[in-house]
């Protein structure tokens, strides 16, 4: 009985082509080989990671995503970690099979502002005093800050997803909403509004 392993080192290759509307264009996924044991050559199972870079479809249209030659870099250890050498392999497309991975759909999309904050949340309190917290969406341009405005006031610009709000009266209600603002002065609508209550001493 042997046994032996293939490392993090193996990588493996996909090429693939893209084509749509505006032409045909080519692309290669890159993988990392899982650390895999092996005890014979025959039925084992090799599994790996990785994804396609990033694809910029401007054109409105159908994409239809096909699967070219996939290349094999493994470099197998002993179980002692002394390693055996480099195998490398490749496995031709056979134009005579579906190449078709998937299709995906592009369509324009226009946004004219920021998107608005969410998920306006309590994150502590004292008798006079609440933090806030909420989540936001990154866009076009880089995020200058959050307006949050208390009772319809607006009471400054926080460059955190967060805030502390003093000067509050116990048991009294108030509504709290967020406004995302951009380096280009361009503001979001306001998120949805946070209706609170501080609790008395």
């Known amino acids: 009985m042997w046994t032996w392993t293939c490392d993090a080192d193996s990588t493996a290759t996909l090429d693939a082509h893209i084509t749509g509307p505006d032409g045909t ?5 890159s993988f990392t080989v899982a650390p895999t044991w092996l005890t014979s050559t025959q039925g ?12 910029f479809l401007t054109t409105q249209g159908y994409y239809d995503l096909h699967v070219d030659d996939l290349a094999l870099t493994l470099r197998p250890e002993r179980a002692d970690g002394t390693p055996i050498g480099t195998v490398t392999a490749s496995c031709s497309h ?15 999309a226009v946004f004219e502002r920021p998107p608005r904050p969410s998920e ?31 009772d319809g006031g607006n009471t400054g610009l926080v460059t955190e997803k967060q805030v502390t709000l003093t ?22 609508t306001m998120s949805q509004g946070l209706i609170f209550t501080i609790p008395p001493a």
């Open 167 to 188: 000067g509050l009266t116990p048991d009294r209600q108030h509504r709290v909403k967020v406004v995302t603002r951009d380096v280009q002065g361009i503001r979001s």
């Open 25 to 29: 264009r080519t692309t290669q996924a």
């Open 94 to 108: 056979d134009p005579a099979q579906n190449d078709l991975l998937g299709t995906v759909w592009s369509q324009p």
């Open 44 to 55: 084992t199972a090799v599994r790996a990671a990785g994804s396609f870079p990033v694809q």
């Open 120 to 150: 306006v949340r309590m994150v502590s309190t004292t008798p006079t005093s609440v933090t806030l917290a909420w989540e936001a969406s990154s866009w076009w341009n880089p995020t200058l800050g959050y307006e949050v405005y208390l």
